[in-house]
């Protein structure tokens, strides 16, 4: 049978674009049974790196891999790029564009100091409005009988 003699061969591609704060983990689920190495190519460079190939392993500190994750620990701005991942035959499997999102921790604490005074004056505006309706009830209740 003709229709039996036919291959259908299937090139899985997948691209993505993922960002991360600076100092954060990037976990990148992206080794595929058949994986057979990750590159990354930051966005000052035309080069690729290897990261992980199944033959070597890791080939950079701050990298390692748990349930089919590349996982990088404290992302730094020159994490940030593109990661490709390749089968046996070096045809891209996944795509995935990396951008960092710097953190200003100065900028940060500032705002979480100022959303902790909003809330405290909205409680204390709530607390006052509560006690000045309770005392209004009860000059009512009092003046009734």
Do not use: C
């Not at 003709?2 to 997948?14: E, L, P, T, Y």
């Amino acid at each position: 049978n003709a229709v039996d003699d036919i291959i259908i061969m299937i090139n899985v591609f997948s691209s993505d674009e993922v960002s991360v704060k600076t100092g954060e983990e990037l976990k990148l689920d992206v080794l595929l049974s058949n994986a057979d190495k990750v590159q990354h190519q930051s966005r000052r460079s035309t080069e690729w790196m290897k990261d992980w190939s199944r033959t070597d392993g890791v080939q950079r500190e701050r990298i390692t891999i748990s349930d089919g994750n590349l996982i990088i620990s404290n992302f730094t701005p020159r994490d940030a790029g593109t990661y490709r991942v390749l089968d046996p035959d070096g045809e891209i499997l996944i795509t995935v564009t990396v951008t960092g999102e710097k953190i200003n921790r100065y900028v940060e604490n500032k705002v979480h100091t100022v959303i902790y005074w909003i809330m405290s004056a909205g409680l204390l505006v709530y607390a006052a409005l509560l006690v000045s309706t309770l005392v209004t009830l009860t000059i009512q209740k009092h003046t009734d009988f």
